[in-house]
C-alpha cells in the first residue's frame, strides 16, 4: 500500500522540561506522526525506506523458551526506530502516561500493553528481536548524578518496563507502533529512556531489477514466456516512463539476436478498478511497449499486443504486494 497521506501530530502534556544534556544523534528527527516527550533527546535512530521488520503480536512467550514470543507480527514497509532520554526530574510514569494519553488523544488502537511485570517481554524483545539493532548513536553518554557514567546502547532495560503496542490510522493505512518505556541503563542515572518503533506497510519498489537478454531467451525458451517487472508506468497511464529504458534495450536484444523469434506483448494489472477499464488500460500499455520495441529496430510483423487486464494473475490482489506482482508486462512466444 502507499505510505500514509493523512497527518498524526502526537501532543505530549509536559512541564517545561530542563535544557537537554545532548545533542540529538545527527540529523535526527522526530517522526512526523509521533513527537518526542518536552524536553528529551534523540540519542539513537534507525530509518530504512523499505524493510522486514516484526512486532510481538502479544506478550505470551514460548512454553519452554520465555525469550522468545508466542507469535510475531511480520511486516514490510517503512521502519523508522528511535531511543530517546527524557529529561532529568521526570518520572517513568510520567513519561509514560504522556505518550499513552497523546497516542489515545490522535486515535491509538491497542493490541496489548504491559505496565507490571514487563521484565520476561522485555528480554524477550531484548534477544529474540534486537529492536536497536543497526542504530546510529550520538555522541554522548547517560549519566548519573554522581558522575558515572553509561553506553548510550545500554538505555533500555528491564527496570519500570511498559510496552505498549497497536495501529494508528484508518483502516487500510494503519502504521503498527511499539512503545516502549524504562529507567535508562538503571535506576542510579535519574533518567527514563523511551523507544518507539514505527512501521508503516508499503509494496517494496519494483521495476530496480531488470531481466538481461539472456534470462529472458531462456525464459521464453523453459516456459514460453517471462514476466517483466522494469517496464514500468504511472498509475491508470499508458505512457512507458524514462526508467523502463534498460529494460526495454534488452528486451529488443534478445529479439535481435532470434530473428525468426514471433512474441506476444501481453499487459497485465491488477484487479482495482472495472474490468473494461483494465482491459483498455492494459491493452493501451501493451502497444506501447510494442512501439518503443518497434523504435528500437524490431519489425512490427513480430509483436502482437495484447491486454488481458486482471484475468491471469499470478499472486492474490488481496494484499498490495499481491497487486504489485500482478501488474506486468509479459512476452509470450506466439
Known sequence: MASPRWTLSLALVACAAAQAQNADVPSGIDHPLIKRFSGSWLAGARSVEWD???????????????????????LEGRVSQRVYIAPR??????VWRNYEQGLAAAGFKKRWSCERDCASAYFAWHYQLQPTQGFTWAQGY????SGGRYSLTSALNSEQSRFLVGTLGPAGREVHVLLFSSLAANATTGLVATYLQ??????????????????I??????????ALYGVLFDTGKTEVLPDSKAQLDQMAAVLKAQPTLKVFVVGHTDNVGALDANLALSQGRAQAVVAALTQRGIAAARLQARGVANLAPVASNASEDGRAKNRRVEMVLQ
Do not use: H, Y
Not at 142 to 145: M, S, V
Not at 217 to 226: A, F, N, R, S, T
Open 89 to 94: 526530574g521526570k518520572s517513568a510514569l510520567e
Open 217 to 226: 531467451g531462456q525464459g521464453l525458451k523453459d516456459e514460453g514466456k517471462v
Open 52 to 74: 522486514a521488520a516484526a512486532i510481538p503480536a502479544g506478550p505470551e512467550r514460548l512454553k519452554g523458551d520465555d525469550r522468545k514470543f508466542q507469535s510475531l507480527i511480520e
Open 198 to 215: 514505527i512501521v508503516e506497510p508499503k509494496t517494496m519498489p519494483t521495476g530496480q531489477v531488470t531481466v538481461d537478454a539472456q534470462a
Open 142 to 145: 547517560i549519566d548519573t548524578p
